[in-house]
C-alpha cells in the first residue's frame, strides 16, 4: 500500500503525506529507491547472500551435552575448571578380523611401535592386550579375592590351625578322614595367589593369552588411547587420521591374506554420531524447506511465484546463520534444527508481499 500513496501523491517519494510518521517515510523512501534502481537492490541482496553464505559454511555444530548451555552458564564454567584439571581421553579400537589365531598376534605386534610413534596427544597409548598388567596381577590376585573367597579361606585356615593345635597338643582329636579331604596350605596359597580364584578365571577366559582376542582367534583388537576429549572434532579427525595412516602403512596389502582392517572406539563413534546428526539436519532442513514451497506451490498454483519465494527463503537463511557465525560461532543440536522454523517464519513477508502482488496484476496494474 506505501507505492500507491506515494504514487497517488503526484511525485513518487518526494512529495509525502504530512500524516506519516519517520518510519513511513523511511520505508517510502525505500520503496521509490527499490523502484528506481531494481537491479542495485538485487545486486547488493546477492553480494549479502554470498557473504552470509561464506560465513554459515564456517558454522561449526557442536554435539556435546555441555554445549546446550550458554558458555558464561555457572555449571558450564564449573565443568570446564574440572575439565582443565583432569586429562581428557578417548580411544580407538582398531580391529583385525580374519586370519589365525598367531597371524592376527604378529600383526598387532607389528603395528604398536608406529602407533606408539605417533606421540602424545594423538596417541598416548597403545596395546593389543592385557599382558604387562596381568604379569603383575596374578601374583597379587589374593589382594583381588571375592569376599566370598575369603570367608571361605578364613574358615579353612581356622580350621587348619584347629587341628594343627590339637596335633602338636596329642589331644588325639584329629580325624584323618577329614585332614586328608582338608587342602593344604600350598593348595590354598596356588589357589589364591596363583590365579585360581573365579575372577581371574573370568578374566583369563575373557582375554585368552592375555590379547584383545576373541576366543575363536578370528578377530584382534589394538587399543589405541589418545589424550582428546570426545567431542573436540577437528583434534578427533587428525587423530583417526594419523591412525589410519599409520596402520595402512605398516601393514599393507593384509587384505590380500584374508584380513580386514576397521576402526571403532568412543572417538570413531563421536564422529559417526556427529556425521548423524549433521545429515538429519540437511534432511530435516531441505524436507521443511520443500514442504513449504509446495504448500506455497498449491496456493498458488504458479511455478513462477516459487522463484522468488525460494530465492527469498534462501537469502533470509543465509543471512540468519552468518550473522549466528558472527554473534554466537556454533550451532548446538537444538539450535541446528531450526532451519525450517526459520524458513518458515521468514517467508511470511514474502507471502504478503506476492499476494498484493497479484492483487494489483488482477486489478489491471
Given amino acids: 500500500m506505501w507505492p500507491t500513496r506515494a504514487s497517488e501523491s503526484g511525485s513518487g517519494a518526494r512529495a509525502l503525506p504530512q500524516q506519516t510518521s519517520v518510519i513511513e517515510r523511511i520505508l517510502l523512501r525505500l520503496a521509490a529507491w527499490q523502484l528506481r534502481s531494481p537491479w542495485t537492490v538485487l545486486l547488493i541482496g546477492l553480494v549479502l547472500t554470498i557473504i552470509g553464505a561464506e560465513l554459515a559454511r564456517g558454522l ?40 589365525d589365531r ?12 608406529p602407533l ?9 597409548s597403545a596395546e593389543d592386550g592385557v599382558q604387562v598388567a596381568r604379569d603383575f596381577l596374578l ?3 589374593g589382594l583381588f579375592a571375592s569376599v566370598d573367597d575369603l570367608r571361605k579361606l578364613n574358615q579353612e585356615l581356622d580350621t587348619q590351625r584347629k587341628k594343627a593345635v590339637g596335633k602338636a597338643l596329642s589331644l588325639g582329636l584329629e580325624d ?7 587342602p593344604s596350605f600350598a593348595e590354598l596359597k596356588e589357589k589364591f595367589l596363583g590365579g585360581k580364584s573365579a575372577t581371574l578365571e573370568a578374566a583369563k577366559d575373557r582375554y585368552p593369552d592375555g590379547y584383545f582376542q576373541a576366543r575363536d582367534g578370528k578377530t584382534l583388537v589394538v587399543l589405541v588411547r589418545t589424550g582428546i576429549t570426545t567431542g573436540e572434532l577437528e583434534r578427533s579427525r587428525e587423530a583417526l587420521a594419523k591412525v589410519k595412516a599409520v596402520t595402512e602403512k605398516t601393514l ?26 549433521l545429515d538429519d539436519l ?4 531441505t524436507i ?78
Avoid: C
Fill in 102 to 113: 598367531d597371524s592376527l598376534r604378529a600383526l598387532g605386534a607389528k603395528l604398536l611401535p
Fill in 139 to 141: 601374583p597379587r590376585s
Fill in 252 to 277: 599393507p596389502g593384509v587384505q590380500a591374506q584374508g584380513v580386514q582392517i576397521g576402526y571403532a572406539g568412543d572417538l570413531v563413534t563421536g564422529l559417526y554420531e556427529y556425521g548423524a546428526v
Fill in 176 to 182: 584323618d578322614e577329614e585332614e586328608q579331604k582338608a
Fill in 282 to 285: 540437511v534432511h530435516v532442513g
Fill in 116 to 124: 606408539r610413534a605417533i606421540g602424545a596427544p594423538w596417541v598416548v
Fill in 288 to 365: 521443511g524447506v520443500a514442504a513449504i514451497l509446495g504448500v506455497i506451490f498449491i496456493y498458488y498454483r504458479r511455478f513462477r511465484v516459487l522463484v522468488p519465494m525460494a530465492v527469498t527463503m534462501l537469502a533470509g537463511l543465509t543471512f540468519t546463520f552468518g550473522l549466528t557465525r558472527l554473534a554466537i560461532g556454533h550451532l548446538n543440536v537444538i539450535t541446528g534444527f531450526l532451519v525450517s522454523i526459520i524458513a518458515g517464519n521468514g517467508i511470511n513477508f514474502g507471502i504478503l508481499y506476492v499476494a498484493r502482488f497479484l492483487e494489483e496484476r488482477r486489478r489491471g496494474s
Fill in 60 to 99: 561449526e555444530l557442536r554435539t556435546r551435552f555441555d554445549q546446550l548451555l550458554p558458555d558464561d552458564q555457572p555449571s558450564v564454567l564449573e565443568l570446564k575448571r574440572l575439565s582443565e584439571r583432569t586429562a581428557g581421553s578417548s580411544s580407538i579400537f582398531v580391529v583385525l578380523e580374519g586370519g
